[in-house]
């Protein structure tokens, strides 16, 4: 059975730098798309950027030029650089493994995504 686990999160002034990172066990991950969501205080959870099992990346609005989404086939792992925080980034931040091909127009729907990690809290304070 396949597992996701972030590491990186914590308490980060505004305009600073976060790195967060997901290892993935059980699954083929040359095989996978690999996500991250966000779930801030009372909306849904949204989509923050996803890199394709080809290496094509996605990035929501919000965060493009401001974010880079990488992953190390080898180590079975991915990343994401956060830069120029903000106190709207405060959210917990979620990895998420999707398995087989994922179209441009679904990327960041929930339901793609059949692997979830147990979260990782990022903090922006201002």
């Known amino acids: 059975q396949g597992q996701v686990t972030e590491s990186g999160g914590g308490v980060v002034q505004t305009g600073g730098s976060l790195r967060l990172s997901c290892t993935a066990s059980?699954?083929?991950?040359?095989?996978?798309?690999m996500a991250w969501f966000r779930h801030p205080q009372g909306p849904a959870r949204e989509g923050v950027a996803v890199?394709?099992?080809?290496?094509?990346?996605t990035y929501a609005d919000s965060v493009k030029g401001r974010a880079t989404i990488s992953r190390e086939n080898a180590k079975h792992a991915m990343s994401l650089q956060m830069n120029s925080l903000k106190p709207e980034d405060t959210a917990m931040y979620y990895c998420?493994?999707?398995?087989?091909?994922?179209?441009?127009?679904?990327?960041?729907?929930?339901?793609?995504?059949?692997?979830w990690g147990q979260g990782t809290q990022v903090t922006v304070s201002s």
């Open positions: 998420a493994a999707g398995l087989g091909v994922i179209g441009p127009a679904f990327r960041f729907l929930v339901s793609e995504y059949n692997l």
């Open positions: 059980g699954v083929d991950f040359d095989d996978v798309a």
């Open positions: 890199v394709c099992s080809d290496g094509t990346t």
